[in-house]
């Protein structure tokens, strides 16, 4: 899966800004250049690029020819967050850039809807607006539209997902590593709040933004909710659990401890952060 490769290239990306190697920040980068070749395609019939959802492991043929609907998102702010680095860890100049990959995702991101229906869903939604924010102040990057865009649908998603209270569902009917999903993104809007009122000057439309992201922190009750229910032994000794038990896990870890996924700098850490 697409989705599968950019996490492997974020997670690249935070070892070189934490250990200073840039080997992987190279290897993060001839990643995203061998899975874009891999995944990005011309449809039969059409003029438009789009990524194939799914291909054979040696990246030859397709295996799931559909989009993922936040793919192409996901890899345009993966691949920003790789070029910001490129100044800091690059040695080879154009070799590594990635401006001609990034202006392919662009172009695949033109009136897309980012709408989610699934709490996993709307979490990467939230963690991707952290990212995009973190990169108007650490890169100048001007996103302020593309932010502000993530944050509409995030709040319009959150909103209708939250309608039918899936907090009080009976445990056999909920997922954990989704439900995570959604806590990890929810201290994203935390961070994404402190970075913008500490740094308002980087985006044009901040008072908008803040509207928005005041809108989302009505919901942060929710992240320890979360957590608070599926650390509790009953809910680890369930079947739902158990067939996922692996990627429950991590999704757990990373939902009590997030600064290092969703921080792209140690430096960015909001104040009273913890490295």
């Not at 190697?21 to 874009?36: F, G, I, N, T």
């Not at 992240?223 to 608070?228: A, D, G, P, T």
Request: proline share 5%.
């Amino acid at each position: 899966y697409y989705h599968y490769l950019t996490k492997w290239m974020h997670a690249l990306d935070r070892v070189a800004w934490v250990t200073g190697e840039a080997c992987y920040h190279q290897w993060a980068v001839e990643l995203a250049r061998a899975a874009h070749a891999g995944f990005v395609h011309v449809p039969p019939g059409e003029e438009k690029k789009r990524l194939y959802w799914k291909v054979s492991i040696d990246l030859s043929r397709p295996l799931m020819p559909a989009m993922g609907q936040h793919d192409p998102l996901d890899g345009l702010i993966t691949y920003q967050q790789l070029q910001a680095g490129i100044g800091r860890f690059g040695k080879d100049g154009g070799e590594r850039d990635l401006g001609g990959e990034i202006a392919e995702m662009v172009a695949m991101c033109e009136r897309m809807s980012w709408k989610a229906v699934d709490p996993l869903g709307i979490g990467g939604l939230l963690t991707d607006a952290c990212r995009l924010a973190q990169l108007a102040v650490l890169d100048d990057l001007p996103e302020s539209e593309r932010l502000a865009r993530l944050l509409n649908d995030s709040v319009e998603s959150l909103g209708n997902w939250a309608h039918t209270d899936p907090l009080s569902e009976p445990l056999p009917n909920r997922l954990a590593f989704r439900e995570l999903g959604l806590s990890i993104g929810l201290d994203a809007v935390r961070k994404t709040r402190d970075l913008i009122a500490r740094h308002p000057d980087n985006f044009p439309n901040h008072e908008g933004l803040e509207t928005k992201l005041a809108d989302l922190a009505q919901c942060l009750p929710w992240r320890e909710k979360i957590e608070e229910f599926w650390l509790r032994a009953s809910s680890q000794e369930s079947a739902g659990w158990l067939a996922h038990r692996e990627i429950n896990s991590v999704m757990l870890a990373t939902a009590l401890a997030p600064d290092s996924f969703l921080m792209l700098e140690n430096e960015a850490l909001p104040a009273g952060g913890t490295k």
